[in-house]
């Protein structure tokens, strides 16, 4: 029997087939940012699989099978074990950010422990004191604390009991970017990591021989279910680095490329603006960038000018023009969807968008330049009418909705989100959908994603795109850093207001405030046609974002509404609507979209 056949079995019989056919195989590498020779800490197939069954003892003497398991670890050998010990003992593994130092993280930390009922903590021997300390400020049920690294304290992996999971037992709850006191886990199943990793692995053409890596952490679907998954499920070597070092270095991400022979990288879109940013030609001198094969952009809204940008500029290091990959995907769905080879956009008329119609622009024609993610090649795709049950003819804009193997059980512990999401039936469709929430066209074959439904802007019967706003005015005002916020507020009966926030540079006097609010207010009137309702400038870091880039437009709409951003210039307009919120106050950005017939 084939390698590739072995791994059919599942993730957890594709890693005893390694143990046996490659147990001398590199399966992980952990770079760290230490700029020393000696950087690197590595494990292979063999030994973490050795590991893995250590830890998978231990957690068998705390939890039966079905169990969960919060895993607070970085990035490394020592999070992969974490995870697989997980799945060898049967238990679903909860992923999370270590708890730091800010409020903000470690409520939301506390409160995926308590929504998953994790029983035991999966972390390193160094960060054991810390967990404890914070597992006193939880109503977590978990009280044992394992530190992983800690071998001699685990159980003898010749022990090990295979649990003989099932195709539907649960091997991952992912918890998605929400709010503090509402997280939402993604009920991921053994057979949805397997259709995943194979989707992947068919659509980019990746093999044991194609080694994979990034930065993105492993609490992160991009970073676990889009490179470490799909590295084991192969049999291929996974190269990771924390996200701090590529925060603080950004050519360190291109140099692990280079220096690794990746194939398949990838990131969010405001990391490749980093690297056109900030990344000296004295940086990565000598770089070679031939092997890169996909370089995957995804998890946030993909600029055509960052992609075009990007090629260009790294050209001269050997990256080829159909490396630079669009995808499309989300964790309700796993990960991955769609992909595209190479830059592909489509220029589409900017009125007819509005009328949630795509049509490519005329020569001259005012036009927005749409990304293709490439064709949905492992699920059945539909465009609906957002919040009905309508499939919509070619050439409109609608919400996109998938099934698929890939696409996961639900929402843990909450029947009534997961009947809403993955429970739509369809007028003429056999079986349920999934409600991905993003607006969307098929085109040619391809998927165009034109933003998201419940950030989609109704105003005056148009319906506009907030990213379309927040990018012309970056185009047009220098002054402003890379992420702002537009949304809409209620601002007279019936009638919602136009509210943008965004991040000024710092050099930028304060005395000059109040003219670039009034400039930033005539460049949406000359380019949408809309008298903005309120417009604040903040300092940076200030506009919320996911942990993939994201911006959280709905969380800075009711940072808004309650009067608690922290506000460096502010016209009359924002001051009027800010800190109104009350239970009088209707989402009107979150309400079904009116669509032609």
């Known amino acids: 029997m084939s390698e590739s056949r072995c791994a059919g079995q599942g993730l ?3 890693l005893r087939t390694w143990a046996r ?17 000696d950087d690197t800490a590595s494990v292979d197939y063999g030994q973490l699989d050795e590991w893995a069954r250590s830890i998978a003892v231990t957690l068998r003497q705390q939890l039966a099978p079905g169990g969960r398991a ?4 970085p990035s490394g050998p020592e999070f992969t074990a974490a995870y697989l010990g997980c799945l060898y003992a049967g238990l679903a593994a909860v992923p999370a950010p270590l708890p730091g130092g800010r409020h903000f993280e470690r409520r939301r930390v506390a409160a995926i422990a308590a929504d998953s009922g994790a029983g035991v903590v999966l972390t390193v021997a160094g960060e054991t004191a810390s967990v404890h300390d914070w597992l006193t400020e939880t109503t977590a049920p978990a009280t044992r604390v394992v530190a992983v690294d800690d071998r001699a304290a685990l159980g003898d992996p010749a022990q090990w009991d295979d649990p003989g999971v099932a195709p539907d037992d649960v091997a991952l709850i992912q918890y998605t970017s929400g709010s503090t006191g509402n997280p939402k886990g993604v009920v991921v199943t053994h057979a949805n990591l397997l259709a995943n990793a194979r989707n992947l692995a068919e659509a980019c053409e990746l093999t044991a021989a194609t080694p994979m ?24 070597t996974c190269v990771l680095m924390s996200s701090t070092a590529f925060i603080k270095r950004p050519h360190l991400w291109l140099r692990t490329i280079d220096r690794f022979g990746l194939v398949w990288s990838s ?26 094969r996909w370089a995957g952009n995804g998890a946030e809204p993909i600029r055509a000018a960052t992609v075009r940008a990007f090629g260009e500029r790294f050209a001269r290091y050997g990256l080829r023009p159909e490396a630079l990959t669009a995808g499309y995907g989300l964790a309700e769905a796993t990960l991955f969807v769609s992909r595209s080879q190479g830059l592909h956009t489509a220029r589409v008329a900017t009125a007819a968008l509005e009328r949630h119609e795509f049509r490519l622009a005329v020569p001259g024609e005012a036009a927005r330049e749409i990304v293709s993610c490439g064709p949905v090649g492992h699920f059945r795709a539909r465009i609906v009418e957002p919040g009905g ?6 050439g409109q804009v609608g919400e996109l909705v998938l099934q698929g193997a890939a696409v996961c059980a639900g929402y843990w512990q ?11 039936t369809l007028d003429g469709e056999d079986g349920h959908w999934l409600r991905t929430g993003d607006l969307a066209a098929l085109h040619e074959g391809n998927l165009h994603i034109t933003g998201r439904c419940k950030e989609a802007l109704v105003i005056r019967g148009r319906n506009l795109y907030p990213q379309d706003i927040e990018h012309e005015l970056r185009l047009q005002h220098p002054e402003l850093e890379s992420v702002g916020a537009a949304f809409t507020v209620p601002a007279a009966p019936g009638t919602p207001g136009l509210m943008v926030v965004h991040e000024v540079r710092t050099p930028v006097p304060a005395d000059d405030h109040p003219a670039l609010v009034s400039a930033l207010r005539g460049t949406i009137n000359r380019e949408f046609g809309l008298d903005a309702q309120g417009i604040a400038l903040v300092s940076r870091g200030t506009v919320l974002r996911t942990t993939s880039g994201k911006v959280r437009r709905g969380a800075m709409r009711d940072l808004c509404l309650r009067g608690e951003l922290n506000i460096v210039h502010a016209d009359k307009g924002w001051h009027a609507i800010a800190g109104t919120a009350g239970e009088d106050i209707a989402p009107t950005d979150h309400a079904p979209h009116p669509h032609p017939a």
């Open 267 to 292: 990131a969010p879109d405001f990391a490749y603006d980093m690297c056109l940013k900030r990344v000296t030609d004295e940086q990565i001198a000598g770089l070679d960038l031939s092997r890169w």
């Open 213 to 236: 890596g990034g930065w993105l952490p492993m609490y992160h679907d991009m970073g676990l279910l889009g490179t470490l998954t799909p590295a084991l499920y192969l049999g291929t």
């Open 12 to 14: 957890v019989g594709a």
């Open 21 to 37: 056919t490659r147990a001398r195989e590199t399966a992980v590498v952990l770079v760290r940012d230490t700029g020393t020779t």
């Open 389 to 394: 049950h309508r499939v919509l003819p070619p």
């Open 414 to 424: 909450a029947k009534e989100e997961t009947e809403q999401t993955f429970g739509l």
């Open 70 to 73: 919060l895993l607070l670890l």
